[in-house]
């Protein structure tokens, strides 16, 4: 993927301002870091500056592309490529293997009633080194009984939602990039254009998902609240973000990935993300050890300091490289300082909106 961005501005007439925080709302800020261009996928012009805010440490764009103009930085971008097989497609020896180990785990681990299941899952899937890791998130969501309905918002050429929905799960998906929906409904996968405030009613899900999507809305705030309204009483809401309080980015600074202008509006530090689902009326606010392992983030970052491709990585040097043992080791107990936020949040059981 290109690292070397376009040299034109973004069109004045195509930017606003953001005066306040959009995980907390506060207006007391200062710059972060200034003239960051977009080092990801090299297709959005100008140079970003990062606010942060003083009441809860998490960092936004400001001034920021219109929600008429974002689609200028998503003209290249990962989601545009359909799922590696549609859902209806047979697996290959490999892939049927793997999916019987995986199925097999899931199946004694949490519970579940998964079709092809082998017994050898509860043994040999905890032996392979991040496997077992790769499904603890199962294990924060509403068991899959009777078809239980799950919306992924931010859901991208659908490949989480084909994989809930192999797990049991009545899963569909919403996204703003009609390039990435197209892909999607090319496999066959049920997911919606738009935001997740389009959609009407309450009520209707049992688990909504927001996995590296809420980084990227004009208005988190509301995009939480109608997860809130659209949630079942006792339902749960799993988001996945980049961490403003990393180790990482602590040590990367301007070069971390996490950043990525323009596409990453707001990036929440733990406060942030507390204080905005608080705000939305979400009790049992849970924060987990992150799935991606620490050291993808470091690769990649270091590669950015290097002005190397991102996505080939870099081995860290020997600082880094001992922050990165350290996050590997506290993951468990200090999951603030995780390179990603894993958190749940549950409505009340007795809510009504």
């Not at 004694?108 to 991040?130: C, H, Q, W």
């Not at 992150?290 to 040097?317: H, I, K, M, N």
Request: proline content about 10%; hydrophobic content about 40%; glycine content about 10%.
């Amino acid at each position: 993927m290109p690292t070397t961005p376009p040299t034109r501005n973004w069109p004045a007439s195509g930017l606003e301002a953001c005066p306040g925080c959009p995980a907390c709302g506060a207006e007391a800020r200062s710059v972060w870091f200034t003239g960051l261009p977009d080092r990801l996928y090299g297709c959005a012009p100008g140079l970003w500056t990062f606010k942060r805010c003083a009441r809860c440490d998490s960092a936004y764009l400001d001034p920021r592309p219109t929600r008429e103009t974002i689609a200028d930085a998503y003209r290249e971008y990962y989601t545009h490529v359909p799922p590696s097989a549609p859902a209806s497609a047979p697996l290959g020896r490999a892939a049927g293997l793997r999916r019987a180990l995986r199925h097999g785990y899931l199946n004694r681990r949490f519970g579940l009633s998964l079709e092809g299941a082998t017994p050898l899952g509860p043994v040999l899937v905890p032996l392979v080194p991040g496997l077992a890791a790769r499904q603890r998130r199962w294990a924060r969501l509403p068991r899959p009984h009777d078809r239980a309905s799950l919306l992924d918002v931010g859901a991208g050429s659908g490949r989480a939602v084909a994989h809930f929905r192999s797990l049991g799960w009545d899963a569909s998906g919403i996204d703003i990039d009609g390039l990435a929906v197209a892909a999607a409904r090319a496999s066959g996968l049920p997911v919606l254009e738009g935001e997740i405030t389009s959609l009407a009613g309450s009520d209707r899900f049992d688990a909504v998902t927001m996995s590296h999507s809420i980084e990227h809305l004009h208005d988190p705030g509301q995009a939480l609240a109608a997860a809130f309204r659209l949630l079942k009483p006792g339902g749960v809401l799993e988001l996945l973000t980049p961490n403003a309080g990393s180790l990482g980015r602590r040590v990367y600074g301007r070069d971390w990935l996490g950043l990525d202008p323009p596409r990453h509006l707001v990036v929440i530090s733990p406060r942030g993300v507390t204080l905005a689902l608080r705000r939305a009326g979400f009790e049992k606010i849970r924060f987990h050890r992150p799935d991606r392992p620490p050291g993808w983030y470091f690769r990649a970052s270091e590669a950015l300091r290097r002005g190397q491709p991102w996505t080939e990585g870099a081995r860290p040097r020997l600082p880094e490289r001992a922050v990165l043992l350290f996050s590997r080791c506290s993951s468990r107990a200090l999951p603030k300082l995780g390179e990603e936020l894993s958190v749940t949040a549950a409505k009340p059981a007795s809510s009504r909106c």
